[in-house]
């Protein structure tokens, strides 16, 4: 089994920056789908950003240019550097990762962004 624990989360003033955390307890390496999920109240859970295992990667429209989703596999982490924030942003954002059919999700860590 795979554990997922974000960190990083926080407030943060429009046009800021956070880098969130997702400390995987299995190596990254073999998972063949990492990503950044985030909700907003009223609104459903959508993918922020993606890394496949051959490191393809993916950005939603609303971030593409702000965001940066990396990894660590030394130390078995994925990051989402977001940049220019906006208060749209405000969200719970969760870790996901998904290997031999199986989906992790970790316990979100919450992003404000507001003046």
């Known amino acids: 089994q795979v554990q997922l624990v974000e960190s990083g989360g926080g407030l943060v003033q429009p046009g800021g920056s956070l880098r969130l955390s997702c400390a995987a307890s299995?190596?990254?390496?073999?998972?063949?789908?990492m990503g950044w999920y985030r909700q907003a109240p009223g609104n459903q859970r959508e993918l922020v950003a993606s890394?496949?295992?051959?490191?393809?990667?993916y950005y939603t429209d609303a971030v593409k240019g702000r965001v940066t989703i990396f990894t660590d596999n030394a130390k078995n982490t994925v990051y989402l550097q977001m940049n220019i924030l906006k208060p749209e942003g405000t969200a719970v954002y969760y870790c996901?990762?998904?290997?031999?059919?199986?989906?992790?999700w970790g316990q979100g860590t919450q992003v404000t962004v507001s003046a």
């Open positions: 890394i496949t295992n051959s490191g393809t990667t």
């Open positions: 996901h990762s998904a290997i031999d059919g199986l989906r992790f």
């Open positions: 299995g190596s990254i390496s073999t998972m063949g789908f």
